[in-house]
């Protein structure tokens, strides 16, 4: 859904994720972690990247991009807890048509990179 938008490094395990970083942290703009990331490890990959001090000036956006079995009230606690974590936000688009999905992350993606934070 952002492939025309941004330039994607994509990764599925926190340490091919920090491996990628290592090379030139600097360069990232925006950190995007899916709810299943790493057999469900989004919260813990936020919390690692926050706590080291060659990463945690990148902006971290959290998704969750399809249904799964966290309900709705769930996600919206997930999303307070990534808040409380440093994270940008908890973005769902899980519910709505691709296309609209698309529109909302794109929307969001865009916003956050280029102000690196909340709005």
Known sequence: MLEDVIDLVPVHTTA???RAMEHDALAIDLIISTIAFDDSQMVEFLQA???NPSTNRIPFLC???VPGVLSDHLVD???DVCKQCEAL???DVAKL???EAQTVLRAAVMSYAQTGKAR
């Open 16 to 18: 091919d994720a920090f």
């Open 49 to 51: 990247v926050k706590g």
């Open 63 to 65: 998704l969750r991009a």
């Open 77 to 79: 606690r997930m999303r």
């Open 89 to 91: 936000d908890l973005v």
């Open 97 to 99: 048509p691709r296309d």
